[in-house]
């Protein structure tokens, strides 16, 4: 069971490049986001979506675009790479029907980026 | 909007109990409180969660108190694994956005 994959785990950038944070799930969940850590911090909401077709913004959206043409795929795009997006993203699923289980939300690995 | 307190960090004894304060005086009354974990710098892991009664798995309790204000996630028999950073999350608003704050650091001595 993968649960949430991120790819890559690693990625260096130079400020101006664009590149795409790529995050699948194999559990049939509705609900995907894409969150940032930086040092010492919590993370804070970029975008998420509650199911195909459908995102919404987060707390700290600027500079990146999101969208879901499937139910397992929820790529981050960053538009033109600052050193302000140096940061470790986490994609994170759950599943937004009824019971127990609904809201619990699985993190991937994370993608560790730097903005030179 | 619904967001949560936590003391920046803890200590707790290798096997005494770790008991993990959260405040969320903004609840609304029918939001769960969720508890997770982050090991290093690794993805948040599910630990609990509750609406109003306690509740128990096998890796903690969960206490609520009558008025939902504040939560304490108790870890009966703390270990050096235990160390982690733990948030306490509710829903932020009416959308499906989740305020995770900074935690708490708990530090588990030998």
């Known amino acids: 069971n993968a649960g949430v994959t991120q790819t890559p785990k690693f990625q260096v950038l130079k400020t101006g490049q664009s590149m795409t944070l790529q995050c699948a799930q194999d559990m049939n969940h509705e609900y995907m986001s894409w969150y940032r850590q930086d040092p010492g911090m919590g993370l804070r909401l970029i975008h998420y979506?509650?199911?195909?077709?459908?995102?919404d913004q987060g707390e700290v959206p600027n500079g990146y675009n999101v969208s879901r043409s499937t139910t397992e795929d929820f790529p981050l795009r960053l538009l033109s790479a600052a050193p302000s997006q140096t940061s470790v993203y986490f994609c994170?699923?759950?599943?937004?029907?009824?019971?127990?289980?609904?809201?619990?939300?699985?993190f991937g690995a994370g993608t560790r980026l730097s903005v030179l | 909007d619904a967001k949560t307190t936590q003391p920046p960090s803890m200590d707790c004894a290798e096997g005494r109990a770790a008991n993990l304060p959260c405040n969320h005086s903004t609840i609304s009354g029918n939001e769960y409180v969720y508890w997770y974990r982050q090991i290093h710098s690794q993805g948040p892991q599910y630990i609990i969660h509750?609406?109003?009664n306690n509740e128990t798995n096998e890796m903690a309790s969960l206490i609520i108190t009558e008025d939902r204000k504040s939560s304490t996630l108790i870890l009966p028999h703390a270990t050096l694994r235990d160390t982690a950073v733990y948030y306490c999350i509710v829903r932020v608003g009416t959308g499906n956005q989740f305020y995770f704050g900074t935690g708490t650091s708990l530090t588990v001595i030998p």
């Open positions: 979506s509650v199911g195909a077709g459908i995102t």
């Open positions: 509750g609406l109003k």
């Open positions: 994170a699923s759950s599943y937004s029907g009824s019971g127990v289980s609904k809201n619990i939300q699985y």
